[in-house]
């Protein structure tokens, strides 16, 4: 395999090159790594044909094997020399740069770039082409692109050195991504960064792929000593990216939650958005329908991905799920294409905080959501549940107690529901169940799947409220009331 580096980058700049994938091809079969070996042959097609029923192949493979590899050795030595350049352009450009300010004191880079997955060094990983899905052979249904510029979204708020890092990976990331990518600022609260439809557009980086020169941009115009661009356009762009973020978020955790529940991944939305008792998902909206296919491959073949490894070291089983391994290795895979890859890599879960009244949802470290949320103090359990029942209308009207959304914790006799008395907000006057405002418990029934971990805990946490005027909503809903139960809650 002391080419197969080379050979695999060629075959990314020219795919349709079927000699280079007969003779990776080749490389791979040599380390017994069959499944890509098949799947190489598959891609030369009917040269692998002519090439096995020949006698002189071997003079002729070795002569252009060796001219293929010199030629990608030379490109990625100009590649390196440019990027050397880049960063040296760079450090002095931060000699005079200002220092950008928010508040905390470091900067966590998120697991996910929209145009691929970051390595430890913030270099793009340069197998970029061949995973387990790959090996298996299962074709994936090509992905609808977004349009506009990319996105991602980062802490923005370090010392200097901090910055200077975080500068460095965006440029990093560049020289092999897309042409450009623009960065929206979190904020930070307590140990969580905090995502908004309102993140601003504080960083911009540009690429010529002709000339490899690297533009930096800043869109801060209070740090940056330079005339700033409008982000007007760029900022209605980049709400769209989050609101396509926060489908997938919400997709990728009724997928992973219905596999932890029935023992094997949905076969398709529909088998998601059934009515009531299995409505994994409240409903569903265009971004989930283009990507439910391409978001389940990736999650299948991060599953083998993982098992594979897991074998291959002689672990014991450590008592996790297939599904929850998968959240694990989702942020090592790199196969989603540019504009299409899932922001967040872990499932979204809701931690409601007692000491503080406060209901979040997350995502690893990063909070989408906080509401104000009324409990019944010592009555209001601690531990860990899963929502187990979703329904609308749980007493048959809109304006019962429970209000109209209700979300049974774990088959027990609390719920997350509305209610009718909006004054409790903050307060202990229940008998143990998590009150909520009719609006946010209605986006909230949207926003966390069914199986969705819930985790309720009197260790204060971060201290925010974090609710769009833009609420998440799920468009095409099914009947999810349920008209034969009478649910008797500890409201």
């Known amino acids: 395999m002391k080419n197969s580096n080379y050979l695999k980058k060629y075959v990314e700049e020219h795919p349709k090159n079927k000699m280079s994938w007969y003779l990776l091809g080749k490389e791979y079969e040599a380390s017994g790594q069959i499944g890509k070996a098949h799947y190489c042959y598959m891609k030369a097609g009917e040269v692998y044909e002519a090439f096995e029923s020949t006698s002189i192949r071997s003079e002729v493979l070795d002569d252009y094997k060796e001219g293929i590899v010199e030629q990608t050795k030379r490109k990625e030595s100009q590649s390196k020399l440019i990027r050397k350049i880049g960063l040296l352009l760079l450090f002095i450009l931060l000699l005079w740069m200002p220092f950008a300010h928010a508040p905390g004191s470091d900067i966590v880079m998120s697991d996910w770039v929209d145009q691929g997955q970051l390595s430890q060094d913030g270099d ?77 557009v504080v960083y911009g980086i540009e690429q010529d792929k002709e000339t490899g020169v690297t533009t930096l941009q800043s869109y801060d115009e209070r740090y940056c000593k330079c005339d700033v661009p ?62 439910f296919e391409p978001l389940l491959h990736k999650i299948i073949a991060v599953e083998q991905k993982g098992n594979g490894q897991q074998a291959q070291a002689g672990k014991a089983e450590n008592h996790q799920t297939s599904a929850q391994r998968n959240v694990s290795t989702l942020s090592q895979d790199r196969q989603f294409e540019p504009g299409n890859g899932p922001y967040f890599t872990r499932p979204l879960e809701i931690i409601v905080d007692k000491k503080l009244h406060q209901l979040m949802v997350v995502s690893g470290q990063v909070v989408l959501r906080s509401y104000k949320v009324g409990l019944g103090g010592a009555k209001t359990p601690e531990g860990q549940f899963q929502i187990s029942d979703k329904v609308i209308n749980p007493n048959g009207r809109s304006d019962g107690e429970f209000g109209s959304r209700g979300m049974q914790l774990s088959d027990t006799n609390y719920a997350i529901h509305g209610t ?43 201290s925010l409220q974090n609710v769009p005027e833009d609420r998440f909503v799920l468009s095409k809903r099914q009947d999810q009331t349920n008209p034969n139960k009478v649910y008797r809650w500890l409201n």
């Open 124 to 200: 793009l990983a340069a197998d970029v082409t061949f995973s387990e899905q790959e090996e298996t052979v299962q074709p994936t249904k090509p992905q609808v692109l977004i349009e506009g510029p990319l996105f991602t979204a980062r802490g923005y708020t370090g010392t200097a050195s901090q910055r200077m890092q975080f500068i460095g990976n965006l440029l990093d990331t560049s020289v092999d991504g897309p042409e450009a990518i623009h960065v929206l600022g979190m904020g930070k609260s307590g140990d969580y960064w905090v995502w908004s439809k309102n993140m601003p």
């Open 230 to 291: 409008n982000t007007t356009k760029l900022q209605k762009q980049a709400k769209k990216w989050i609101n396509r973020q926060e489908s997938l978020a919400v997709l990728t955790t009724a997928i992973i939650s219905y596999k932890e529940s029935k023992g094997e991944y949905p076969t398709d939305l529909s088998a998601l958005t059934q009515p009531f008792p299995d409505n994994w998902l409240a409903g569903s909206d265009a971004v989930m329908e283009q990507e």
């Open 420 to 462: 009718n008395e909006p004054s409790s907000m903050g307060k202990d006057l229940s008998l143990g169940c998590v009150r909520m405002l009719k609006e946010d418990i209605e986006e909230l029934f949207d926003l966390a799947p069914k199986g969705t971990k819930v985790t309720i805990t009197s260790q204060s946490l971060a």
